[in-house]
C-alpha cells in the first residue's frame, strides 16, 4: 500500500492567511499532513481551517512578536504532538529607492524578513526531532536586485547567508535546510509591488505568466517527501520568461 507522500509529517507555516503560505497549507494537507497555520489574519485563517479540516489547526499570530511567536509554536507543537517541519513563509515586498526611502520602514520591514523568519526557526528548533525539515522562503531578488529593490534583496539575501549557516548548524543533527527562491509570482504581496513599480510585470523584464502559488506549494512538498539522506539545500523557480531578478 502507497501511503501519502508527507503522511505523518507535522509541520508549521507561518503568514499561512493566504498566497504561498496558504497553498502550502493545502498541499500538506492533501500530501497526508498535519499543519498548524501561523498568521495575522483571524478570518482568513478561520475560513482555511474550516476548508482543510481536523488535521489543520490556526493560530493567531504576529510573527514579529518573539514572545507571542514563541507561545504559538509552543501551542503548535502540542496541539500536533511535535514539529517535523517548519516553512518560515511570513514577509513582505518593498519597493523604492534607497536615496529616498525611510530607515524607519526599512527597520520594521526587516523585523519581518529576517528577525522574524529566524526566530521562527529558533523557537521551532525546540519541538523538533531529527529528521525534521526546515524551508525558508526567500527570492531570486536576492541573486540580481533592481534600482528600486535594494531594501528587499538585502533582506532576502539576509535569509540567503543564514539559510547556508543553519545548513551547516543543523545538518550534523539530521535537520535539512532547504531556501526556496521563488522568482515572481501571482500574489497579493506580489500585486502590491507591481502597482508599486507601474502595474506590469513587464517593467522587470520581458512579459511573462506568473508563478502560481499551487505550483510553489508543490515544490515545497516535494522538498519536504525526499529521503531522509537526501537534502535540496537551494531551490530556484522562475516562470519561464522572467529576465530578472
Known amino acids: 500500500m502507497t501511503h501519502p507522500p508527507l503522511s505523518g509529517r507535522r509541520v508549521l507555516v507561518t503568514g499561512a492567511s493566504g ?21 495575522r489574519r483571524i478570518d482568513r485563517l478561520r475560513r482555511l481551517t474550516a476548508e482543510l479540516g481536523t488535521d489543520a489547526i490556526a493560530i493567531p499570530c504576529d510573527v514579529t512578536d518573539p514572545a507571542r ?8 507543537a502540542r ?22 526611502g525611510e530607515p524607519r520602514i526599512w527597520r520594521e520591514f526587516f523585523d519581518l ?18 529528521p525534521a525539515d526546515v524551508v525558508l522562503i526567500g527570492s531570486t531578488a536576492a541573486h ?5 529593490t535594494g531594501i528587499y ?21 539530521g535537520i535539512r535546510v532547504c531556501l526556496l527562491q521563488p522568482g515572481r509570482v501571482d500574489t497579493e504581496i506580489g500585486q502590491h509591488a507591481r502597482l508599486e513599480a507601474g502595474g ?5 523584464g520581458t512579459a511573462f505568466t506568473l508563478l502560481a502559488t499551487d505550483e510553489v506549494a508543490e515544490v515545497v512538498a516535494f522538498v519536504l517527501s ?3 539522506n537526501l537534502a535540496l539545500n537551494t531551490v530556484v523557480l522562475r516562470p519561464v520568461g522572467q529576465e530578472f531578478p
Open 79 to 100: 496541539a500536533m504532538g511535535g514539529i517535523d517541519a517548519i516553512v518560515a513563509n511570513a514577509g513582505a515586498a518593498h519597493m523604492g529607492h534607497i536615496g529616498t
Open 153 to 173: 534583496a538585502a533582506s532576502k539575501t539576509a535569509v540567503t547567508a543564514a539559510a547556508e549557516s543553519l545548513r551547516l548548524e543543523l545538518g550534523p543533527a
Open 200 to 204: 506590469r510585470h513587464g517593467t522587470m
Open 113 to 130: 524578513n529576517v528577525i522574524a523568519c529566524l526566530s521562527t526557526v529558533r523557537y521551532g528548533l525546540d519541538h523538533m526531532i531529527a
Open 226 to 228: 525526499r529521503p531522509a
Open 144 to 148: 540580481r536586485p533592481t534600482g528600486a
Open 19 to 39: 498566497g504561498i503560505g496558504a497553498a502550502v497549507a493545502r498541499r500538506v494537507i492533501t500530501a497526508g499532513g498535519q499543519v498548524t497555520l501561523l498568521a
Open 69 to 76: 511567536l514563541s507561545d504559538s509554536i509552543a501551542e503548535a
